[in-house]
């Protein structure tokens, strides 16, 4: 290789427009070349430019230093007795760490390049070179590193907030399982009322927090009032909102005591508030049943109409008995008006949210009312418990296991001795 003074005369002030010399000084290079004369002058011009650099005759020294102290650059020759720069690159690659290298060679062939680069070298020079060449690529390199500690330093930050922000999302989760776990307990469990009627549930949410909540209790020793409120939307928001309406129609309210079915709807419509201002709204079915004579009083919100399941069959709520209203927060200077029917001997109450017959198959479209009623029927003679079941479980096959939207079953059973009526009041 061959030099001039004038090539390796320093000129740091010219390089220090790529890279300043403050950054330059921070960078360490080792020179692990055996030919003493080619590694005097490579080692003076790197410090001509400012570097902190280190030379080594054979790799093997090379390669202890490497094992111990970090270095950021590895500028070796290619042809070295035992272990050549080849095998250098090879086993620097292998590091966890490994420096930025460039190997010099003094054959420019092809196969050559090929060779050195799927070796692990990061640049390629054959000898003899020009020193302003050298320099050139060795900041190009430098540029390269300075690029990847941004990049690692940046990395570094984003796992930081990575992990802050794993740690606020393990927090909600436990936050949305325990209000969760809050939002079953206000669902009734399936239980017995008064005068011998039962009430069975089935409740699958589409999230960990559902828009739908329902109930049923007794008011006295002859009523027993219930209801199932849909709020629109499903998820976080459509749940805290469904617990602030389920809050005015808690059992614990004296409103119930009065029996006034259209006074705590319209009570209810008249708290409904939509904070967020999106057009939210609530269906809700809300009635009071009278235990011994079978007669229900009921009120529609824009809700999917009940279901009576009889021995014989299924069937919806004549329309001409429960006609739909408005659903709760559309207008709240609705006036809601209750209607009535009875239910006759070992006729059930079915009540749904839209969640369990709107979902739809990929091939097959919507689920639908008509294939819900049939099923109904279908299984009419299943156990209470058996019937919810089987009902959920051919909606979630229908809707291929992925939740749609929340499901809510609610049954209510009459006795076997309620009076006879061929009528309905």
């Known amino acids: 290789m061959t030099m001039s003074k004038t090539q390796t005369k320093a000129r740091p002030q010219n390089q220090t427009k790529t890279i300043p010399l403050k950054l330059i000084q921070q960078y360490k290079i ?44 590895v500028i070796t020759d290619w042809m070295m007795p035992n272990f050549s720069g080849i095998e250098l690159c090879k086993l620097i690659k292998s590091m966890s760490c490994s420096p930025y290298t460039i190997l010099l060679t003094g054959n420019n062939q092809n196969a050559h390049l090929i060779e050195g680069i799927e070796s692990g070298a990061d640049d390629f020079i054959a000898k003899p070179f020009h020193s302003g060449v050298l320099k050139v690529r060795i900041l190009a390199g430098l540029r390269i ?19 802050k922000e794993q740690g606020y999302l393990n927090n909600l989760r436990h936050d949305l399982s325990l209000a969760a776990q809050l939002q079953r307990a206000l669902l009734p469990k399936n239980s017995d009322l008064t005068q011998g009627w039962r009430v069975t549930t089935e409740f699958k949410p589409a999230q960990d927090l559902a828009g739908d909540l329902f109930q049923c209790f007794n008011i006295d020793q002859q009523h027993i009032g219930f209801y199932l409120l849909d709020v629109s939307g499903h998820g976080t928001a459509a749940s805290m909102l469904s617990f602030t309406l389920a809050h005015h129609l808690s059992s614990s309210q004296q409103v119930w005591q009065s029996l006034d079915l ?18 939210r709204f609530a269906t809700l079915l809300i009635g009071i049943a009278n235990t011994k004579s079978g007669e229900v009083e009921i009120i529609n919100a824009g809700h999917p109409s009940p279901i009576i399941v009889g021995p014989h069959g299924a069937k919806f709520v004549d329309a001409s008995y429960v006609k739909s209203q408005l659903p709760i927060g559309i207008n709240k200077q609705h006036s809601y008006h209750s209607q009535r029917f009875t239910l006759e001997k070992e006729e059930q109450l079915l009540l749904y949210s839209d969640g369990i017959y709107e979902c739809r198959h990929s091939k097959f479209g919507s689920y639908g009312l008509p294939k819900l009623l049939k099923n109904i029927s279908d299984a009419r003679a299943l156990p209470a418990e058996k019937l919810l079941h089987y ?4 909606t979630e096959l229908w809707q291929e296991k992925q939740a749609q939207d929340d499901i809510s079953l609610m049954l209510i059973s009459t006795t076997t001795n309620l009076p006879h009526c061929d009528s309905k009041i």
């Open 145 to 163: 590193i300075e690029m990847q500690r941004k990049l690692e330093s940046r990395n570094q930050a984003l796992n930081k907030l990575l992990i």
């Open 391 to 394: 009902l959920c479980y051919s």
């Open 262 to 279: 259209a006074m705590i709807t319209n009570n209810l419509n008249r708290e409904f508030d939509d904070p967020e201002r999106c057009g």
């Open 30 to 73: 080792i020179v692990v070349e055996d030919c003493n004369s080619e590694r005097c002058l490579l080692l003076s011009l790197l410090e001509s430019m400012g570097f902190t650099a280190q030379g080594f005759s054979n790799a093997k020294e090379a390669i202890a230093l490497l094992q111990h102290e970090h270095v950021d650059m």
